[in-house]
């Protein structure tokens, strides 16, 4: 059973920084493809940044470009997002999701990812 379980989100100042992470049990990190959504109220659920499978090439949303940044520990079978020079527009539920089927055209698509991990919030206030 694939489980996926995020941490590390708060509240904090525009301009400051944070690392989410994502634990993932049941299936390796260093293989699959491992995303981070967000998903803000009253808005569609919209892609942060990915690891398309076990390469280094790593994709980001326009919106976080040059301030947040994806990497994964392979030993500890984790996922982390770092995100700096953060925004009020940053404010939502941030998701980790992984698949091992994902097709490069189709990483932006929530629907194509098979797991998701119970979110964590992060707020920044206006």
């Known amino acids: 059973q694939v489980q996926l379980v995020e941490s590390g989100g708060g509240r904090v100042q525009a301009g400051g920084s944070l690392r989410l992470s994502c634990t993932a049990s049941?299936?390796?990190?260093?293989?699959?493809?491992m995303a981070w959504f967000r998903q803000a109220p009253g808005k569609e659920r919209e892609f942060v940044a990915n690891?398309?499978?076990?390469?280094?090439?790593?994709y980001y949303g326009d919106s976080v470009k040059g301030r947040f940044t994806i990497s994964r520990d392979n030993s500890k079978n984790t996922l982390y997002l770092r995100m700096t020079d953060l925004k009020p527009e940053d404010t939502g539920v941030y998701y980790c999701a992984a698949s091992t089927t994902i097709i490069l055209s189709s990483i932006y698509t929530p629907s194509r990812y098979a797991y998701w991990g119970q979110g964590t919030q992060v707020t920044v206030p206006s």
């Open positions: 049941g299936l390796s990190s260093s293989s699959a493809t």
């Open positions: 690891f398309f499978r076990s390469g280094h090439n790593t």
